[in-house]
């Protein structure tokens, strides 16, 4: 299990079929495959540089210790590379000891994956190593996949200067029952300096990844498909009587290049500039930004301002937030399609409970409009969709996303319910022009109940959860439209901890042993893939300390 995994589970926002055991179809939210969401990991290597990165090779789950959903993106400071909310992962601080997880996953047609952190140091001296490698045999849709990561990272910090440092190597292939597959590899690192003194702070970064995508086999031709992407980055903060100010200014230079089967290539080079202020503002905080540049892959320049006000009142905090959010899409385009770039106005409201409790809730609602969407065909590994293109949807977009959940923990009992309801709608085609399929459900929900017990003075703890998760209709993107019914899917967790050092998750799937359709068509039957049938996983997760 990984981030994206948990964030794609049935039943939620970011619902993507299949992660769990290798597929890697776009990444949407709100049926925005660019734009929508995007994973964080400070202080590890950029996982999507380039975009979209090796897209099946990711981060165990059991090397974080918390994951944040942030409600929304990073407004005017994200620059090109805004997005509608994003995902970001916490490492546990490390002390001086040594800290180290391993991890094992056992499942259906074949599953295997190992995965080891390591971590020493602290605050002023430290450094970490990751490693994860897994396999997997036939299970919806997939005939095969194999996957692995590598990186390091750490981290020094000499009177008022901190310089941290990572790298990563990533690779992944797969193969689908029709005989298409992949193969693909990728790099990338970061360094990044910061240097504070008496609120006053300047920083300065620079990261570069290089990729490379292969694709062949059934009815596809050879292609081949490499990408590079440089960034350099530097700012400066102030902070002042509870009033903070910044600036930052970011350079990036990237290039796609595929020979072969639909071969093309492109270049391009972007400066990005923003300002910001937050202060205090009628009880709460206030954050203004501007940000405005050039993107040369599109050839425009644009400006993006975003705002977001927080309080906390009541037991609750709230915040309300708007921003601009710009998306160029200048390679890997459609058969006709030309560069162009996808911008929205976008409108975040969001509520959570502040204290912690036996009950905890929260909703949100992220509504606004979107002026040259970018589609992608949903197709179950990335350099599938990466061939088709991305095609620009004409008119413009609305949507509404709300979301919400209730949860509550007692000492031997849990409960809780989430979802969410999408409403939308594109502006009417022309005559000859095709309508985008909605290929995102219009609402979802998760449900779960369980009980646990405390066995030998607390040193065992056993756990047995029901779980209940519904996806709705969406459709495929087939000529005709094809709808794909929804559909409700079961399953049963157990979890057993020894000395809050040894976990052991024992997960049933599918429990009413139903195989869905997919969104993409098998080529071997003509037909919708079917989805994973009743399965079985078993999740070992070991702390180790010095």
């Known amino acids: 299990m990984d981030a994206v995994s948990w964030w794609g589970e049935p039943g939620r926002v970011g619902w993507m079929p299949g992660a769990w055991f290798g597929m890697a179809p776009p990444a949407s939210l709100a049926g925005l495959v660019v734009g929508g969401w995007q994973l964080e990991e400070p202080g590890r290597a950029p996982s999507a540089t380039p975009w979209p990165g090796v897209c099946q090779a990711r981060s165990s789950l059991a090397w974080y210790d918390s994951l944040e959903v942030r409600g929304m993106g990073d407004g005017a400071l994200a620059g090109f590379g805004g997005e509608l909310a994003g995902l970001r992962a916490h490492t546990p601080v490390v002390e001086q000891r040594a800290r180290s997880t391993y991890s094992l996953v056992n499942g259906p047609g074949g599953l295997e994956e190992n995965a080891l952190t390591l971590a020493r140091g602290d605050s002023l001296r430290g450094f970490g190593v990751d490693v994860t490698s897994g396999d997997c045999g036939e299970v919806g849709g997939l005939q095969l996949a194999s996957r692995h990561l590598w990186g390091a990272r750490g981290n020094l910090a000499r009177g008022r200067h901190q310089i941290e440092a990572s790298f990563a190597q990533r690779g992944a292939s797969s193969q689908l029952v029709d005989l298409a597959g992949q193969s693909a590899s990728g790099r990338s690192g970061a360094v990044a300096w910061r240097w504070e003194r008496g609120g006053t702070g300047w920083t300065a970064a620079f990261s570069r990844g290089l990729d490379w995508h292969e694709s062949s086999g059934g009815l596809l031709a050879y ?46 080079r972007g400066l990005w500039g923003a300002v910001r202020a937050e202060l205090p503002a009628a009880g709460g905080r206030l954050d203004l930004a501007l940000g405005a540049g050039r993107h040369g892959g599109v050839e425009r320049f644009d400006v993006a301002p975003s705002a977001e006000f927080k309080v906390r009142a009541r037991g609750f905090d709230a915040a309300l937030g708007l921003q601009r959010v710009l998306t160029p899409a200048w390679a890997d385009l459609a058969v006709g399609t030309e560069p162009f770039l996808q911008h929205a ?39 599938l969709w990466l061939r088709r293109g991305l095609s620009s949807e004409f008119g413009t977009y609305d949507l509404a996303l709300a979301e919400g959940g209730l949860e509550w923990e007692g000492r031997h009992a849990g409960a809780g319910l989430e979802g969410f309801g999408l409403a939308h709608r594109s502006t009417t085609t022309p005559e000859g022009v095709a309508r985008a399929p909605g290929s995102d459900p219009d609402a979802g929900f998760r449900a779960w109940l369980g009980g646990r017990i405390t066995l030998f003075r607390g040193d065992l703890d056993v756990g047995l959860r029901g779980e209940a998760a519904g996806v709705g209709a969406r459709e495929a993107q087939v000529v005709p439209l094809r709808r794909v019914p929804g559909f409700v899917t079961f399953a049963l967790v157990g979890q057993l901890t020894l000395l809050d050092n040894a976990v052991i998750v024992v997960r049933a799937r599918n429990l009413e042993d139903c195989a869905g359709a997919q969104l993409w068509i098998d080529s071997a039957t003509g037909s919708p893939a079917l989805a994973e049938r009743r399965s079985v996983t078993m999740t070992f997760v070991w702390r180790l300390f010095n």
């Open 223 to 268: 292609s081949n498909r490499e990408a590079q992407e440089t960034r350099l980055a530097a700012g400066f903060g102030q902070a002042h009587d509870g009033r903070e100010v910044g600036a930052r200014v970011e350079w990036t230079e990237a290039s796609v290049r595929r020979s072969g089967s639909g071969a093309f290539s492109r270049e391009c």
């Open 345 to 383: 106005w976008i409108g975040t409201v969001r509520l959570v409970t502040a204290q912690p409790g036996a009950w905890r809730a929260r909703a949100s609602l992220r509504a606004g409009r979107v002026y040259s969407r970018a589609l992608l065909e949903r197709l179950p590994i990335e350099e």
